[in-house]
Structures are given as C-alpha cells and as structure tokens.
C-alpha cells in the first residue's frame, strides 16, 4: 500500500480555498447563525451534543425538516444527504411505515416497563431476519455492547475483552483503548473523567491479524471479542478473505465468545453482514437504523448462549444485575421496531440501496481516475469511504496513515455548501433507498468541481 509522496495540490490553494468557502457558508446560512448565537448561552459548547460541533462549518447547520434521502436547513437549502444522521436515518429519514407506527402508538402510550402486545411478533421477525433465537432490547448500540460485556463476564468467569486497533462505533469504556507501537494497550488520551487503566482489562490487535487474535486468546483469559465485520471508526476496513473465519475458528478453540456489532455494516445486506456472508456469531449487537432511526438497539444471541445467561442470572444474589434501564424496550421503540423490521429491512429495500451505492461507486472511481489521483473507494454494501491512498487500508495503521483532516474538511464544506452532506467524521457515504440519480449525480458533480478548483 502507497500513500502519495507529494500533495498533488498546493497546501496554500488548499488553506485559501477553506477561508472562501466558511465565508460562502455564513453569506448562504445567516438564519442558522442566528440561532447558534441563540443557543450559545444554555448548552455546553453551544449545542445539546457536542460532537454536532464536528462539522467543519464555522456555526452548526441547523435542519428544518428531513424526508427520504434530503433535508433541508432552516435558511431553506436542500441538501442531499449521504450522511444519513451517520446511520440511523439508513433507510431514508421519517420512513412512512415508521411514521405511522410512531404516529398511532403514541395515541396509546410512550412508555410502561411493560411489554407490547407486539413483543411475540416482534421476536420472531427478530430472529427471522437475524438467525439468531433470543433477544434484548436496550436505547442505543452503546448500552447493549456495554449489557453484552457484563453478560460476557458473567458466563465465562473472565476479565479481559479484545477489540481490534480502530476498534468500534460506540462509546464502551472497555473498547477505547489504542494500541501502541510495541503492541501495549493504551488507555485513549481524549477520554474525560477515565480514571482506570484500560489495559488492565482490554486488549488491542490489530485487524485483519489472526496470528495476532491467536497469540491474544491462548491465555484462556479473554471473555469475548468484540468487532464490528469491517472496521468503520477510521475509514472503511474491509475484512479479508478468511480472517472473519479464522476469528470465529480462534474464538472456539479458546473458549471466548464472539459479538459482532452490525449497527454500521447493516448496510451489507438483509440481516447484515453476518447474515449475508453465513458468519456465525455468540451475540449479535445492532442500533441506529433498526426502528428507522427512534433510539433503539438490540442484542441477540445463540440458544446455548441464553441457558448459561439465565444459569449466572439464577446463581446471582438478588438485586440490580447492572443490565438494562426503564426505558428499555419501551411501548413507542417496541412500535418503530417492529415496522422496521416488517416493512423496511426487505431485500428489495436492500437491493435498491445496493444498485445505487454501485452507481456511486462507480462514479467516484472515474473521477479518482480521471484526475490521476492516489486515492481508492472501499464499499461494503451501501457504505463507502473515500480514502487518500491508493488501495483501501488492511487495519486502522494503514487507514490512519492515510487520513488528511485538513483536506477532508475542505472537501467537506464545500460539498455542503453546494447540497451535499456527508458524515463529518472521515469521508463516508450511505446510499439509502431512496437515494436517486438527483443526489449521487449532485455529490459527483461537487467533487468534481471540487478537484478542478483545488488542482487547477
């Protein structure tokens, strides 16, 4: 794998090309500025979340209304948007068949600690679509890793969990860990309030390294891994062929469960990746997407999985097990689910999503092409990244190696600024199902643009 030697752009042009353009922003967005210096007095860096602040506009972009694969901001630009709330709008924002499950059950109660006349249903779709037999609901892909890790520990009597070197989406304590050089986990130096050291705990391999999952499991001392199949924290990280294999194959030898977290590589196909490729996993953790973007997550797990939940359940003294809240599973997330699953994750919703993800694809590549350039596409399903190097990354080194933030925001801004959104983090695409030749067609004509403005 190469990275170019040189920039093929000047780092000036470059600089000069981002003051133009948060300059546009603020002549195209004066309502939404406004309303950031409405706002600045009561939040915490301005806004109810701060990570809405890493979007590289000189004030947030503040959204009116969001329908199908567009939204449009409170100074009433369109936008077609290939971030997609960075996953939980996948199958289109205000999916019909979600708004109308929303809109009737809100007439019949929000939440109970009581489970839905839908619950039976909703746990045969559940396993029909997923393969897997049983299930828990929690609010987000976050808290159900963060359940799962207990139920780990608590089945196989172990301390130590594996994550891979880019680890995952979520916010897990245990998974925010990096790995230095030497091969030693590090406990990450952004993380606020972190007062244990990670690597008491976690280990850290690199992907794509099975050698390296080996080596980590023969202590008999790890509880679980927990990945996502393609890593999607820094870039797109495809798996290659047989490594997913061989880390099942490696689970089984050692005694260490497998929980693969689907919430971003749903975009494969109906089921998810696991589904689609026949991987076999111990849990199984999906969020964001699965009730059409209402906070929702659920984890499901394998039959022999669920006797030795309940046998460790059963031996615990009475009392709070640290798994689960009162908003779990509640009447209007049970409701969003369950029309999620009956009527949107179809294959023929997934097909549509694949057909124009291939378009983009397609396109992307021609221009990388067209413009000589050292630059790759890598898509899993529905779900792209554009990476500054020439093939894409085999691990988080790689994929890191290969990051420029300077001239990801730069492109960032300026596609924004002609009506196109993508997610903020690096340069992922989510092509949903409604997502047409309008919108991959105006993304590929601002890049286009773009590049003959900043290489000319």
């Known amino acids: 794998m190469q990275t170019p030697g040189a920039d093929p752009f000047s780092r000036e042009r470059l600089a000069a090309l981002q003051r133009d353009e948060a300059a546009r922003f603020c002549r195209l967005h004066p309502r939404s500025l406004q309303l950031a210096l409405e706002s600045a007095p009561h939040y915490l860096f301005g806004l109810p979340m701060h990570w809405m602040r890493d979007w590289p506009t000189p004030s947030p972009l503040y959204v009116q209304r969001a329908q199908g694969a567009r939204l449009e901001c409170v100074d009433g630009l369109a936008y ?22 929303l809109a009737a059950q809100a007439q019949q109660g929000l939440t109970a600690m009581l489970p839905s006349a839908l619950v039976p249903e909703l746990g045969r779709l559940l396993a029909a679509r997923f393969g897997l037999p049983r299930w828990q609901l929690a609010l987000s892909a976050s808290d159900a890793n963060r359940f799962v890790l207990r139920w780990a520990r608590a089945i196989t009597g172990r301390r130590r969990v594996l994550v891979f070197d880019g680890c995952y989406h979520g916010t897990v304590d245990d998974t925010l860990a990096d790995r230095a050089e030497d091969g030693r986990t590090l406990t990450r130096a952004s993380l606020l309030g972190q007062v244990h050291d990670l690597a008491e705990t976690t280990l850290v391999v690199p992907f794509n390294d099975p050698d ?25 990280v495809p798996p290659q062929p047989g490594f997913l294999e061989a880390l099942r194959q490696a689970c089984d030898a050692h005694g260490t469960l497998l929980v693969m977290d689907e919430t971003h590589t749903l975009s494969t ?121 020439d093939r894409p990354p085999a691990d988080a080194a790689q994929a890191r190696a290969a990051m420029d933030a300077g001239l990801e925001r730069a ?38 643009d773009f590049l003959g403005e900043l290489l000319a």
């Open 80 to 101: 077609a948007d290939f971030c997609l709330g960075d996953t939980g709008a996948m199958f289109g924002h205000s999916p019909p068949a979600v708004a109308r499950a």
């Open 212 to 236: 390296a999952v080996r080596r980590a499991l023969a202590a008999g001392d790890v509880a679980c891994v927990l990945t996502e199949p393609a890593l999607t924290n820094c870039g797109l």
């Open 269 to 389: 196909g109906p089921g998810g990746y696991c589904r689609v490729h026949g991987l076999d996993a111990d849990f199984l953790v999906v969020g964001k997407a699965v009730a059409g973007g209402l906070p929702c997550a659920v984890y499901g797990f394998t039959d022999a999985v669920a006797a030795r939940m309940e046998a460790a359940r059963r031996a615990a003294p009475e009392g709070h097990s640290g798994i689960g809240t009162t908003l779990s599973a509640p009447l209007l997330g049970v409701a969003a689910l369950h029309a999620t699953l009956a009527e949107l994750m179809t294959p023929e919703t997934h097909a549509a999503m694949e057909r124009g993800a291939r378009a983009l694809e397609a396109g992307l590549q021609g221009l990388i092409a067209g413009f000589a350039l050292p630059w790759s596409v890598a898509r899993l399903g529905a779900r792209m990244e554009l990476q500054f190097c």
């Open 411 to 448: 492109l960032h801004l300026w596609l924004l600024n002609r009506g196109v959104l993508l997610t903020p983090f690096h340069n992922m695409m989510l092509v949903s199902p409604l997502t047409g030749d309008e919108e991959i067609g105006r993304l590929l004509q601002g890049l286009r």
